[in-house]
């Protein structure tokens, strides 16, 4: 997986499971750069994407920051739509399924949820 | 925006043999680019002639726009360049170097390059002959940085150097990256961790260019079909495959496609970057064989 996917699961996941909160700051580029050795480009990139996804605001001259916000979802409707995918999960390996094709037929899938969103809304 | 790195058609011939063929490049500024390639690709010979220590044999190259090797006097002092063995002066000690830097460059700025230093326990008043490989890398990367040029150019720097060492060294080059905003080259036949401090791939094989590519999307766009040999033939003429093996059973092919929906017979795995280069280097060792004009047009 390319580093700023990595980048912007993890903070992704750490919004998800409540590890990062709404108002929470997160760590500056040079902070990130310093500790991991990373390309500065690849952490601007994720901050960029995650900005786009609406999970994140910049702040000029604070710093990232994650938004308050409806993208929190309540945990009921969270755990709603995870035992659908269970179910989905379930069928796909009982037909046999590889992992790999799994994960990419949900990639692949989600890709044309999006852009059939995006049709919708435009 | 003029590329800070450009080459076209660039060529270098020693005798008879090419150490470098129809190398056509455009590195984006600001970027860290990996040039990686087994021994003897022609990775130092491209370095040398980006640098000006080389006469091109055909083709050109640019940097910010003009000849490195004709318009030396213009080019140099946007170019930093760390070769293999370093060419630090053994009995001069760190800040002796530095103050040469100075002496010698228009733009210097070793302030940063110091407190690093210090940071780091490198004694700058021993002779660098009497530091450690991992130290006089250091203090290598610190003259290069500290001239601040547009193109910080470096040959095999993680070669020599310990774990622990290259995590120095390339954590001090990032560190300066978000200060500097300089383009990066440096070569390396370690691909491992490269997809963490590079952002751009270039891989050099047979002195020709392979693949250059952002290294994102090197790793999108590469994945590993695994499925029956019949299907290969159907594959081949979808995506292109940059390196192929079957038995009589399953074939394994790398592809080069853009993440879409694939024939259930294959099943899809991702690659990292090491795994992206040794397919495109297993290619270029099966081409060894052939006749050298051949794998030309082929890999064009």
Not at chain 1, 21 to 46: C, H, M, S, Y
Not at chain 2, 129 to 146: P, T
Not at chain 2, 229 to 237: H, M, V
Request: overall charge neutral.
């Amino acid at each position: 997986m390319a580093p700023y996917r990595q980048i912007i699961q993890q903070v992704r996941q750490a919004i998800l499971t409540g590890r990062l909160r709404p108002g929470d700051q997160l760590p500056a580029v040079r902070e990130v750069v310093t500790t991991i050795a990373i390309n500065p480009n690849t952490v601007f990139k994720a901050y960029r994407e995650l900005e786009h996804e609406g999970l994140v605001e910049l702040r000029q001259g604070q710093g990232t920051f994650v938004r308050q916000g409806p993208q929190a979802m309540a945990p009921a409707e969270l755990a709603v739509l995870r035992r659908s995918l269970l179910r989905w999960m379930k069928v796909a390996q009982r037909a046999g399924l590889q992992q790999e094709t799994i994960l990419a037929l949900c990639a692949a899938t989600l890709q044309e949820a999006e852009r059939l969103l995006s049709e919708e809304a435009g | 925006m003029t590329a800070v790195v450009e080459t076209e058609q660039l060529g270098k011939r020693y005798g008879n043999l090419w150490a470098l063929r129809n190398c056509t490049l455009a590195l984006p500024s600001g970027s860290a680019v990996a040039l990686v390639g087994p021994n003897g690709a022609g990775k130092t010979t491209l370095l040398e002639l980006l640098v000006g220590l080389l006469r091109p044999t055909e083709g050109q190259a640019r940097i910010c726009g003009h000849a490195p090797f004709d318009e030396a006097s213009v080019v140099l002092p946007h170019v930093a360049f760390v070769a293999q063995d370093q060419s630090l002066y053994s009995n001069l000690t760190a800040a002796e170097h530095l103050t040469l830097g100075r002496k010698l460059n228009h733009r210097w700025n070793d302030v940063l390059v110091r407190d690093r230093l210090h940071r780091l326990r490198i004694p700058l008043d021993r002779p660098v002959g009497r530091l450690s490989g991992g130290q006089r890398s250091q203090v290598a990367l610190g003259l290069s940085l500290a001239k601040q040029a547009d193109l910080v150019v470096l040959d095999e720097p993680l070669a020599s150097l310990d774990p622990l060492a290259r995590q120095e060294f390339l954590q001090t080059l990032m560190e300066a990256k978000v200060d500097s905003g300089s383009t990066v080259l440096l070569s390396s036949h370690i691909v491992s961790g490269l997809e963490r401090v590079c952002d751009f791939l270039v891989i050099l094989a047979t002195a020709r260019v392979q693949i250059a590519t952002g290294i994102d999307e090197a790793l999108t766009t590469h994945v590993r079909l695994v499925g029956p040999p019949t299907a290969l033939p159907a594959l081949s003429t979808v995506y292109p495959i940059v390196f192929s093996t079957e038995t009589s059973r399953q074939a394994t092919a790398v592809v080069r496609a853009d993440g879409e929906i694939f024939d259930p017979v294959w099943e899809l795995q991702h690659l990292s970057l090491e795994e992206i280069v040794l397919a495109y280097l297993s290619r270029t060792r099966l081409d060894d064989i052939e006749p050298k004009e051949e794998v030309a047009t082929r890999a064009g």
